[in-house]
């Protein structure tokens, strides 16, 4: 049983066909307005569309394009009077499935639009199939082989299979996104859509109707009417990336809407169901959001059923040499020369890193060193220049910049006080050295203190 929809410009047409399958149980939309036509494949995302190929004010290549663009994989059957045939031929050249040319019979009609739906389930099932054997967003292009990876990856196998929302943490580079793909690919919904939305990118008025669709004259501008990503992604996967940007009004709305499994468009009255699974990511610490008042507890608990937190990768003992090697592989065709492989100098200097920007950052190291490299081989000065200088020295700036929480009130207060100072002054000598790359008198001037008294608080606190 599909949803189909019928345009054509002669009303008893439409009518007549309109009872034909509607007889065998599909659902039909119809209409003789293109430009309704054209909402309606926004809005109502039809199986199938029918339509006439030449009409007083509509041309059905255009509207066939249209259907495409929204959906691939949907169907498109022209009608065409018998005087046309040639033009049908070259429409189904075009893209389209089938022509009727009328009259036609009731027969010919129901047989074209049942092939047409068979056809339209197999692609959808061989997009999957083509997914998941090249293991486009499977766990093959998922590379790492240090503990801390394959424990991510272990628990991704197990909450894919689940229906549970899933909130995946990381600093930015981790590979947020491609975790959050990985779960839709080897869930039960990996036949459905996979839907990303970037909360951080739209303001708060678009990424409501984006996400939650809008009725035609909802706003100014709502020339027609358009269904929500949650509508969309039905049987699917939605993806909110940088869900903690999300404005707190916004937040209320989507709470309701994954608590009742309903949503009303924006100037709509009807409730639609929907059926998603929710995976979220934020680089941010929500439960630092939650105590400023900027982040729902309650929405936190229902999108946070299951935790994946990604660690850093200067965290993933090893994963940096097999993650440069694989890059290494993807760029290593520069015109005439090949690179085959790294100057064991420059896998050293990439080990000591601490990848701040992760394994976005290493990617593109790696692409740009394959680009400047001149030789047989990768090598060092192939690097740039804060990778050959970094010196490990101390601690990574894990938590650069941010404070030490506060140490228990079991000490007095003065105790406390000398205590916290302490760590702070630790925190922030590291940070600033790092950022400076372990340049003393950079990080000194920087700081505001003369170099011997930096000196002093490095020895201090044995930082090197
Ligand atoms: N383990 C990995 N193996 C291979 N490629 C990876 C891995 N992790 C990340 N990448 C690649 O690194 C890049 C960044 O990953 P992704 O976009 O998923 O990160 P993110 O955490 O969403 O980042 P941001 O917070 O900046 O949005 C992508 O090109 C991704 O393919
Ligand atoms: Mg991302």
């Known amino acids: 049983m599909g949803r189909i929809l019928l345009l054509d410009d002669e009303p008893d047409m439409l ?3 309109r009872r034909i399958l509607a007889r065998s149980g599909h659902e039909c939309i119809a209409t003789t307005d293109p430009a309704k ?3 309606i494949l926004e809005s109502k995302l039809p199986d199938l569309m029918i339509t006439d190929l030449r009409m007083p004010d509509a041309d059905g290549l255009e509207m066939m394009r249209r ?6 994989a949907r169907p498109v059957i022209m009608l065409t009077a018998f005087a046309t045939i040639e033009s049908a031929v070259a429409a189904v050249k075009a893209g389209a499935f089938d022509y009727l ?28 199939l083509r997914d998941q054997l090249h293991g486009v967003y499977g766990f093959d292009n998922i590379i790492g082989g240090s503990q801390s990876i394959s424990r991510v990856l272990e628990m991704v196998r197990k909450a894919a299979r689940s229906e549970a929302n899933i909130l995946v943490l990381g600093e930015s580079g981790t590979g947020k996104e491609l975790i959050a793909r990985a779960v839709h690919a080897n869930s039960p919904r990996a036949a459905g859509a996979f839907v990303p939305v970037d909360c951080a990118a739209l303001p708060e008025t678009l990424l409501e109707s984006e996400l939650f669709g809008h009725e035609r004259g909802a706003f100014t501008g709502a020339v027609a009417s358009k269904a929500g990503l949650l509508e969309i992604a039905g049987g699917g996967t939605v993806f909110l990336d940088e869900i903690g940007e999300m404005p707190v009004g916004l937040q209320a709305k989507l709470l309701r809407a994954i608590q009742e499994r309903d949503i009303r468009r924006v100037g709509g009255t009807q409730q639609i169901k929907i059926d998603v699974r929710i995976v979220s990511a934020t680089n941010r610490d929500l439960r630092t959001l939650i105590a400023e008042g900027r982040f729902r507890e309650d929405l936190f608990y229902r999108i946070d ?3 994946i937190p ?7 003992q090893g994963d940096v040499a097999l993650l440069a090697q694989r890059f290494l592989e993807k760029f290593r065709n520069q015109g005439e020369r090949t690179l085959r492989g790294f100057d064991p100098a420059a896998i050293e200097a990439l080990e000591k890193y601490h990848w701040p920007g992760n394994v976005r950052e290493l990617h593109n190291v790696i692409e740009r060193a394959c680009a400047l490299a001149e030789g047989a081989l990768l090598g060092i000065s192939d690097l740039p220049e804060y990778i050959r200088a970094f010196e490990p020295s101390h601690q990574a700036p894990a938590q650069s910049g941010a404070a030490p929480s506060p140490p228990g009130a079991d000490l007095s207060f003065k105790e406390a006080k000398a205590r916290w100072v302490e760590e702070l002054e ?7 050295l790092d950022r400076y790359r372990g340049n003393v008198s950079q990080a000194a001037r920087a700081a505001g203190v003369d170099r011997t008294t930096f000196h002093r608080l490095l020895n201090k606190h044995r930082i090197r």
């Open 15 to 17: 009518e007549n066909c």
């Open 37 to 39: 036509a054209t909402e």
């Open 67 to 72: 259907a495409h663009v929204l959906d691939p």
């Open 101 to 128: 040319a009328k009259p036609f019979t009731m027969d010919q009609l129901t047989l074209a639009v049942e092939r047409a739906l068979a056809q339209r389930n197999l692609m959808i099932e061989n997009r999957n």
């Open 305 to 307: 059923v299951i935790e």
């Open 310 to 316: 990604l660690p850093p990768l200067r965290d993933r």
């Open 426 to 432: 630790a925190k922030y000598l590291t940070a600033i």
